[in-house]
């Protein structure tokens, strides 16, 4: 079951590629959030299994995760900018210190978006961004691209967003940002595609990237965060996990798609750090070891693309 229909900009063009080309990014977000998180996903960056990986700057095992990704140049990492912090036992603060409107009253980030979008202060949040991403570039990291972690950035709740502070950061920084042009597979993380005026605000945000000569996606797809039934006799099995992330490769359309996931190796810190979805996390990074993944992206003429090949397009390298 192949995915048909045109592309959603000229960027396969831009990228040397075909017109119906059926371009993929495997990322993998939360590089750099623990131990577990390094251990899962810098082996799968180095064996070709993900594409791309972000790292969470301010997270404690962000040095390890940079210090690993200085040294081999070949991995292409961007910088999963943070202004959250979910978990209730495992957190982590702003690089600019906790005399800032980004915290909560324990001098953590917040744990809930919406708590971000209401109460952050513009010039708080541009400065902490600009920090992290001088963090990771100050480490030896070649950063490829930027993103954001649990869309606090993007406007998702209360319909304030600080687009305006990221795309200025990656113009003049020259990278590309996780941004799609499409509604479409949003729900998963976190957005209503049928609230009213979301594809207006969408087309008002994708319209400010291009002008500010920030490259973006056509498409941003994962699957559902948390394993279905976690912790009930009923819980998603790994085989039902993996059938739907291969229908979703059969499904991608032509154009430039990015599919995130969060791989992370199972255990005991793992269990502890996070509240919920370490099954999932586990299962992720299974997955994209499964060789039926790669049979389906053969079969289905997917070409796999990394972030430096949409830095090079916007820097003119191409």
Same mark, same amino acid.
């Given at each position: 079951m192949s995915a048909a229909g045109a592309p959603l900009s000229d960027l396969t063009a831009r990228l040397g590629l075909g017109p119906d080309a059926r371009a993929i990014i495997l990322n993998a977000d939360d590089l750099g959030m623990c131990r577990a998180a390094n251990r899962a996903i810098l082996p799968l960056l180095a064996a070709g299994h993900l594409d791309s990986a972000t790292v969470m700057v301010p997270c404690p095992w962000a040095p390890d995760a940079l210090a690993a990704a200085a040294a081999d140049p070949g991995l292409d990492v961007g910088v999963h900018l943070v202004l959250t912090s979910e978990w209730t036992r495992y957190r982590w603060r702003p690089l600019t210190g906790v005399d800032t409107s980004l915290v909560d009253a324990a001098g953590y980030f917040p744990a809930a978006v919406d708590v971000v979008e209401r109460q952050a202060q513009d010039d708080d949040v541009a400065a902490e961004l600009a920090a992290q991403l001088d963090a990771a570039l100050g480490a030896g990291v070649d950063v490829s691209h930027l993103d954001n972690h649990m869309g606090s950035v993007y406007g998702l709740v209360t319909g304030r967003s600080f687009l305006p502070q990221v795309l200025a950061l990656a113009a003049e920084r020259g990278l590309p940002f996780r941004l799609p042009r499409s509604l479409e597979g949003l729900a998963a993380v976190g957005a209503d595609p049928d609230a009213p005026g979301s594809q207006t605000i969408l087309d008002t945000a994708t319209a400010a990237a291009d002008a500010a000569g920030v490259v973006i996606l056509d498409r941003l797809w994962s699957h559902p965060f948390e394993l279905v039934g976690e912790g009930t006799p009923d819980a998603e099995s790994y085989e039902a996990?993996?059938?739907?992330?291969?229908?979703?490769?059969?499904?991608?359309?032509?154009?430039?798609?990015?599919?995130?996931?969060?791989?992370?190796?199972?255990?005991?810190? !793992?269990? @502890?750090?996070?509240?919920? =979805?370490?099954?999932?996390?586990?299962?992720?990074? $299974? +997955? !994209?070891? @499964?060789?039926?993944?790669? =049979?389906?992206?053969?079969?289905?003429?997917?070409? $796999? +693309?990394?972030?430096?090949?949409?830095?090079?397009?916007?820097?003119?390298?191409?």
């Amino acid at each position: 079951m192949s995915a048909a229909g045109a592309p959603l900009s000229d960027l396969t063009a831009r990228l040397g590629l075909g017109p119906d080309a059926r371009a993929i990014i495997l990322n993998a977000d939360d590089l750099g959030m623990c131990r577990a998180a390094n251990r899962a996903i810098l082996p799968l960056l180095a064996a070709g299994h993900l594409d791309s990986a972000t790292v969470m700057v301010p997270c404690p095992w962000a040095p390890d995760a940079l210090a690993a990704a200085a040294a081999d140049p070949g991995l292409d990492v961007g910088v999963h900018l943070v202004l959250t912090s979910e978990w209730t036992r495992y957190r982590w603060r702003p690089l600019t210190g906790v005399d800032t409107s980004l915290v909560d009253a324990a001098g953590y980030f917040p744990a809930a978006v919406d708590v971000v979008e209401r109460q952050a202060q513009d010039d708080d949040v541009a400065a902490e961004l600009a920090a992290q991403l001088d963090a990771a570039l100050g480490a030896g990291v070649d950063v490829s691209h930027l993103d954001n972690h649990m869309g606090s950035v993007y406007g998702l709740v209360t319909g304030r967003s600080f687009l305006p502070q990221v795309l200025a950061l990656a113009a003049e920084r020259g990278l590309p940002f996780r941004l799609p042009r499409s509604l479409e597979g949003l729900a998963a993380v976190g957005a209503d595609p049928d609230a009213p005026g979301s594809q207006t605000i969408l087309d008002t945000a994708t319209a400010a990237a291009d002008a500010a000569g920030v490259v973006i996606l056509d498409r941003l797809w994962s699957h559902p965060f948390e394993l279905v039934g976690e912790g009930t006799p009923d819980a998603e099995s790994y085989e039902a996990v993996k059938a739907g992330f291969l229908d979703l490769l059969r499904r991608v359309g032509p154009g430039v798609t990015e599919i995130f996931l969060h791989p992370m190796l199972p255990g005991d810190e !793992l269990t @502890d750090a996070v509240d919920y =979805a370490a099954p999932k996390r586990g299962y992720e990074e $299974r +997955l !994209l070891r @499964d060789p039926d993944v790669a =049979a389906v992206i053969a079969a289905e003429g997917l070409v $796999r +693309l990394g972030w430096r090949d949409l830095r090079a397009v916007q820097r003119g390298e191409r």
